[in-house]
């Protein structure tokens, strides 16, 4: 691999974990005005008419019939469930703490990777999961009882449900194109979410212009064009690894954008539990790199 590939896979990942990370932001703006049912389906919408857009220029085509049921699968796991939990968690708990809690993806995708595609787990990696699980208690027990915010079990779900479409888009991805992939999944996980439409409508109508532009602002960049810089940063690194060793400064970046944009500092028990669960993630990473193979969202 030259070094203008090398180059231009990191700008890829670096744009993508930022917008990315400005998406645990801007869906704490929306929640000011919109209910999280509304800004699923009204952030998809943005997404899937972005992707109609390049859909027609790019001419992809569309799925083979049984495809059909895989991809109602995947948009329903990585985008309208992922995306209702997200939501609905994101209302509770603090762009930093919600971020920390979703980067936990890669290890549910490896213990699902375990039980369904028998991959070993070295023991250094059940031990950085321990830690993981250590830090959430952190989380959770800080004020030295047992109240775990509801908002980190809907983002632990959010978490469960993206692994859930890693595993599934291995599948799609070596009969499809990335954007092929990406932008099916998109439309089914919008059409599983259009239920969602009549209570949106009059919100949407009535919305300020500063709730409007976050939704219009997700939809397009955390939903859209991101998706399409991860897989571009994947199609040109030399190793995976390359590009998901940046999805651990996610939480840093949703903090540094939580503090700047909305003015909210994170506690102590964010700032010692998200560090005690980032020192697992990066001896996951460490130790097994390439389970951890797929993108973290948001």
Known sequence: MNLSNQNRSRLYAVGTILLWSSAFVFTKIALEYFSPSSIGVLRYLCASLFFLFLAFIKRIGLPELRDIPLFLASGAAGFSIYMTFFNIGADTISPATASIIISTAPIFTAVFSLIVFKEKIRLLGWIAIAIEFCGILVLTLWDGVFTINIGILWMLGSAICIS????????????????????????????????NLPHATPQLISAPGRHLFAIVFMGVFPSAIAYLWWSKALVTAEKTSDVTNFMFVTPFLATFLGFILIKEVPSTATIVGGLIILAGLFLFQRVKPDVVNMATTS
Request: net charge positive; glycine share 4%.
């Open 164 to 195: 859930i479409y890693n595993l599934l888009q291995r599948h799609t991805i070596k009969k499809y194109t990335a954007l092929q992939a990406t932008a099916y999944s998109v439309f089914a996980g919008t059409i599983l979410l259009l239920f």
